[in-house]
T-cell receptor, first 111, second 117 residues
Framework: KQEVTQIPAALSVPEGENLVLNCSFTDSAIYNLQWFRQDPGKGLTSLLLIQSSQREQTSGRLNASLDKSSGRSTLYIAASQPGDSATYLCAVGPRDYKLSFGAGTTVTVRA | GAGVSQSPSNKVTEKGKDVELRCDPISGHTALYWYRQRLGQGLEFLIYFQGNSAPDKSGLPSDRFSAERTGESVSTLTIQRTQQEDSAVYLC???????????????FGPGTRLTVL
């Protein structure tokens, strides 16, 4: 069974600092990895999808890397803003359809 | 275009009652998924539809849970004889057809928050 771990569970930084969120998974036979953002009381917003053949994906201030062999992914958010405050979830997709989720990292960016 | 929508957004019910939760996927998305998120816990996969067939129901927690899908559109998750442990946010997601075995990005709805008293 795939186990997905996210560290740290919570993170508080001053505005402008770069954020580094970590995700690890136990089974490296993945098809892709997806990073989501969840705001309180809301659903999930897809941020980045990395296919297993890729090493990274970038979108604006976001950059996600993937190292399948070591079972790790890192989400970098440059120059954080208070609007980046949310819970960030990492989800791993095997060759079928089920996503296995981590418990998330709750980020607070202080103005 | 419109994203995944779910209704109701909130549902409060008494223990023992039945509830129905609805999901409207993104138009053209043939795959539909239900997940559950209990307070302080990660998301749990419940069921997956490809078209209107459900090849995998293994995540349904008990036989009180069932789901249907009409064609390639609306899906309904039904919980019979609700229990307090069913209280959670129920999230629906959809994705494009799994063409050639490629797994596609899942897009989530806002969820239904279910509270069983």
């Amino acid at each position: 069974k795939q186990e997905v771990t996210q560290i740290p569970a919570a993170l508080s930084v001053p505005e402008g600092e770069n954020l580094v969120l970590n995700c690890s998974f136990t089974d490296s036979a993945i098809y892709n990895l997806q990073w989501f953002r969840q705001d309180p009381g809301k659903g999930l917003t897809s941020l980045l999808l990395i296919q297993s053949s890729q090493r990274e994906q970038t979108s604006g201030r976001l950059n996600a890397s993937l190292d399948k062999s070591s079972g790790r992914s890192t989400l970098y958010i440059a120059a954080s803003q208070p609007g980046d405050s949310a819970t960030y979830l990492c989800a791993v997709g095997p060759r079928d359809y089920k996503l296995s989720f981590g418990a998330g990292t709750t980020v607070t960016v202080r103005a | 275009g419109a994203g995944v929508s779910q209704s109701p957004s909130n549902k409060v019910t008494e223990k023992g009652k039945d509830v129905e939760l609805r999901c409207d996927p993104i138009s053209g998305h043939t795959a539909l998924y239900w997940y559950r998120q209990r307070l302080g816990q990660g998301l749990e996969f419940l069921i997956y539809f490809q078209g209107n067939s459900a090849p995998d129901k293994s995540g349904l927690p008990s036989d009180r849970f069932s789901a249907e899908r009409t064609g390639e559109s609306v899906s309904t998750l039904t919980i019979q004889r609700t229990q307090q442990e069913d209280s959670a946010v129920y999230l629906c997601a959809s994705s494009r057809a799994d063409v050639g075995g490629r797994y596609n990005e899942q897009f989530f709805g806002p969820g239904t928050r279910l509270t069983v008293l």
